[in-house]
């Protein structure tokens, strides 16, 4: 019997578990590795491959119509924006993510997040590799205990960080979300009307996906609203923020900083423009990316993967819903 052909498409520094191509090889099925959309559509054996598995590879039109057998996508994450789910629809292939995978890592960054800004770590450490003990004076933190985090989006991720804040550092919850109208979490409250939270919240954290009616969801009169002592943070998707706002309104104390893990233009270089921010903290699209979160995603992937093709709907996917 002739193995079923899957294609992992990684990019040059992406990886997936050998747990997760064991769990493939085992159900049948032969692995193709490829580095770029060149080697993909240069190669015939690869084009006639049944499963497609991605990172943040980037799976549009063209790629999904040259793949005659195509029948599962899978994405190792949680985010499908790199994956054109409108061209496979029409093809009748679907789409899977791995919803449950990431939640608890990202919400642990935004707390590493909100720790190193409220306690002035990113600026301590840099001023004492200087030799500037004396910056202690000048670096005075606040306590979380007390403050205001205002959630903005309120599913998995949000919902721990609401979790976490409350249970790990005494803090109060403000979410908005406008699909959850009741929450089972202690001491959360959630509200209609996003003024509110750009009014109370010391910590502003986004958790929404990006779609075209969410581009700059956070611009200069979001900013505005907020207190001047607030920060936000983003580790949800780049294009929520207006960036150039964001730098303008951190510069001007119009907020006192920021965090992001994500960015409207990926990958950023040293020129980036939210580098001239005065006050900002920045990560490389790390929030995900720990070794129980990344083993995680490879095994849903693949389970997707196995699904798929042995003929059924998997269990994750997003489009051609029953």
């Given at each position: ?166 249970n790990g550092f005494d803090m109060n919850v403000l979410a908005y979300d406008p699909y959850v ?142």
């Open positions: 019997m002739e193995k079923r052909k899957v294609v992992v498409f990684l990019g040059q520094h992406e990886e997936i578990t050998e747990d997760s191509k064991d769990a493939l090889k085992s159900s049948d099925c032969q692995l193709f590795l490829v580095r770029s959309a060149e080697e993909l559509l240069s190669n015939e054996l690869f084009l006639s491959s049944e499963g497609l598995l991605v990172r943040g590879a980037i799976v549009d039109d063209e790629l999904i119509n040259k793949m005659p057998n195509l029948k599962v996508i899978a994405r190792a994450g949680v985010g499908t924006d790199n994956i054109d789910i409108d061209s496979a629809t029409k093809r009748k292939v679907y789409v899977c993510n791995v919803p449950d995978a990431n939640f608890n890592s990202v919400a642990e960054h935004v707390m590493g997040f909100m720790i190193n800004l409220s306690h002035q770590i990113m600026h301590g450490d840099r001023e004492i590799k200087k030799g500037n003990f004396e910056a202690r004076h000048h670096y005075v933190g606040s306590e979380l205990a007390g403050k205001t985090i205002g959630v903005i989006g309120f599913g998995r991720i949000g919902q721990l960080v609401a979790h976490k804040c409350i109208k009741e929450t089972d979490i202690p001491n959360v409250r959630l509200v209609e009307d996003l003024a509110e939270i750009y009014k109370e919240a010391d910590f502003i954290t986004l958790h929404l996906p990006y779609i075209p009616a969410l581009h700059h969801f956070i611009d200069a009169d979001a900013l505005e609203a907020m207190k001047d002592t607030a920060y936000i943070i983003n580790c949800a998707r780049g294009g929520l923020i207006d960036e150039d706002a964001l730098v303008k309104a951190i510069n001007n104390k119009v907020i006192a900083g920021a965090a992001v893990d994500v960015y409207q233009f990926e990958p950023v270089g040293a020129d980036y423009a939210l580098w001239e921010a005065d006050n900002l903290i920045a990560t490389p699209h790390t929030g995900a990316s720990t070794h129980e979160a990344l083993a995680r995603m490879s095994m849903g992937a693949a389970k997707a993967i196995i699904e798929g093709l042995d003929g059924g709907r998997p269990s994750t996917a997003l489009n051609m819903k029953e």
